[in-house]
């Protein structure tokens, strides 16, 4: 059976013109301490593939359990210049959260 991060954590995303924020928020304290510790902006980057041309930077959001990941050049262009279907961003968060994920 395969894990995956959706089993530790919620998801939601936004965007600002060609930027979108992919916020990973734990299910409770034990699953935020593993995330924090695995959870890298290279791993982020590295699933999400050739979506996200530009830098990955990784928050953390301690007082929440959270971690925020704001993906730079992530959205063609911005909404109101992109051809994609999900030109806001808003499917980022689940293509993250359905990384597999090992204990």
Known sequence: MTKRLYDLAYGRAGDKGNISNISVIARNSAAYT????????????????????????????????????????????????SLRIDQLGKSLAGAVLYMEWED
Request: aromatic share 4%; charged share 30%.
């Open 34 to 81: 593993e995330i924090k510790a695995k959870l890298t902006a290279e791993r982020v980057k590295m699933h999400l593939g050739d979506l996200v041309k530009g830098e990955v930077i990784r928050y953390e959001v301690d007082n929440i359990e959270a971690l925020n990941f704001v993906c730079h050049q992530a959205l063609d262009g911005g909404a109101t210049r």
